[in-house]
Structures are given as C-alpha cells and as structure tokens.
C-alpha cells in the first residue's frame, strides 16, 4: 500500500502556521508529502525542505489573487498538489496547514486505509474534528463548528478540492462516499497570537472580498478579540507530540469564563439532537457508506 500527504502553504512563517508540525503529523503514514508552496515573503521554503528532505515535494506555485469567490484559490492551489501525485499511490492524505493528527490515531488510521483499499465504492475516510481557539486549553462547541471532514481520498484524479478546499467532490460535483473512522483532526486554526490572528484575519480575507468589503467589516486594530466567541469548552486530553515545542512557546494569555453562553436557540436544538439521537442537522459535504 502507497500513501502521499499533500498540502499548500504560502508565508507560514508571517502568519505563524504549524505546517512544519502538519506535515510531520501524518509522515509515519506517508511514503512521500507534496507541497504546493505559493511564492513566500518570508523563509517557508526553507522550512518545508528541512522537514524530511526525501519525502518532501515541493511544486512552486503563484497564487492567483483574482479568486476572490469564496476562497476558491485555496482550492485551486490544493488541487495542486494533488494533481502532482503519481498514479502508483493508493491513498491521498490531506493536510492543511494549521491542523495536525494525533499520534494515537495513527494505527486505526492505517488500519481504514488497508480495509478499504480495494473498496470501489469507498471515495476517502471521514475524520472528526476538535476546533481549538484562543489557546490550546479550549475548544470550540458550538453548532458553527464542522464537526467531519473528509482528509484522505483515493488517488482518483476525478476528485478534486471543493469550494474553499475544506472537502472535496469528484466528478460533476458529486459528493464522496466516506467511511467514517475513530480518529481526530486537531485544528489550530484559531490559536495564534492575537497580532499573528490579526494579520491573517486581514490576509484570509482578500481571498473571499473585495478592498471595499473589506474596510467596512475588518477592523484595523493591532490584536485579534479572541472574547466575542459564542461557546467554548475545556480542553482536558493531550495534544499530538508534534504541537508540544510549540504549545510550550506559547507567549500570549487567554481565559475563558465557560459559563459564559452566548449559542442561539437553533444551535443549542442542533446540539440536543447531536447528542441525544446522533443527527447531524446541517450542511454536509459527503456521503457515510
């Protein structure tokens, strides 16, 4: 069996992403990670290239700034480095660059990827998620929060990265069949910072809007407010041995009052049927087979 990670990235070191704990998260599983590297302001190719020179790909790419329609770029720039992966690879293994795989899922992982191999009516394999924000003590609860998404896929070039290269489709714009597995995909997407989450609000947001939008909705201010969130809960496992050097760096506070609840009433709904009847009431990106 034959595993490729892919990813992109683009000025990982400005804007604080983990890529480098990213990619090393899921390498035991992979023979080889390729990278779609947009061209950097700062020192991201040398980054990548230290990780594991031999397994390391890099495909140099320029974003095209003009995709401004729901984060398309993201997508076209993850399609990529999926593109660049030979046809001898068995399973496709996705990563973006501020999420990161536990090490104690990496067994069941494997063990999906065998059992389902030869499965043709098996597209990719469903991992939950756990959504970290403010510091690594917290995680968001939430309705808003995707809880699935799809991160490994058949090296099928008819599968491709959809919309804001969340998920995927294949196809004309078929969702994927899933097997839904017992492993984790910690995002730290919302956990930097608060000057680092500010210059990525500011950035992230030119690939959905125009300057325009962006001077009446974006506040120039010099720190992200980490406090307006709705609902958080307590963080109480391990993180992956990867993030540890970095949660030890850590050099900003944030505290949350938990009793502070601001979920509206069609959320908390949302909520009791999850836990109460297992429905998963919403926009979902895939089909359970």
């Known amino acids: 069996m034959k595993v490729a990670g892919f990813t992109f990235i683009k000025n990982a070191i400005i804007y604080d992403y983990p890529i480098v704990e990213a990619i090393n998260s899921i390498l035991p599983l992979c023979d080889e990670v390729y990278v779609a590297l947009g061209k950097s302001d700062d020192e991201t190719e040398a980054l990548i290239r230290a990780i594991h020179p031999e397994k390391i790909k890099i495909l140099k790419t320029l974003w095209d700034e003009e995709l401004k329609q729901g984060g398309k770029v993201l997508a076209v720039e993850t399609n990529k480095a999926f593109q660049a992966i030979p046809n001898f690879y068995d399973w496709c293994f ?29 597209d990719g394999l469903l991992f939950k998620y756990l959504h970290f924000y403010g510091s690594y003590n ?31 489709r294949k196809n004309n714009n078929e969702k994927l069949n899933v097997k839904p597995i017992l492993a984790y995909i910690y995002h730290y997407g919302w956990v930097k910072n608060p000057k680092a989450m500010q210059r990525k609000q500011e950035e992230l947001n030119k690939l959905w809007h125009d ?51 601001k979920t509206k009433l069609k959320d908390k709904l949302k909520q009791l049927a999850l836990k109460l009847f297992g429905w998963e009431i919403g926009y979902k990106n895939y089909k359970k087979v």
Request: hydrophobic fraction near 35%; charged fraction near 30%.
């Open 94 to 122: 996705y990563i973006q660059g501020d999420e990161a795989v536990h090490e104690k899922y990496l067994p069941t992982i494997k063990e999906a990827l065998l059992a389902y191999k030869i499965n043709k009516n098996v």
């Open 211 to 261: 300057d325009s939008w962006i001077d009446k909705n974006v506040l120039k201010v010099e720190e992200f407010d980490y406090s307006q969130i709705d609902s958080l809960m307590k963080f109480t496992g391990t993180h992956p041995k990867v993030m540890l050097q970095r949660i030890a760096n850590k050099n900003w506070n944030f505290e949350f009052d938990l009793k502070h609840n």
């Open 138 to 168: 917290y995680i968001g609860n939430s309705s808003g929060w995707y809880k699935n998404e799809i991160r490994i896929i058949k090296n099928n070039k008819k599968i491709y990265s959809y919309k804001d290269a969340q998920g995927f």
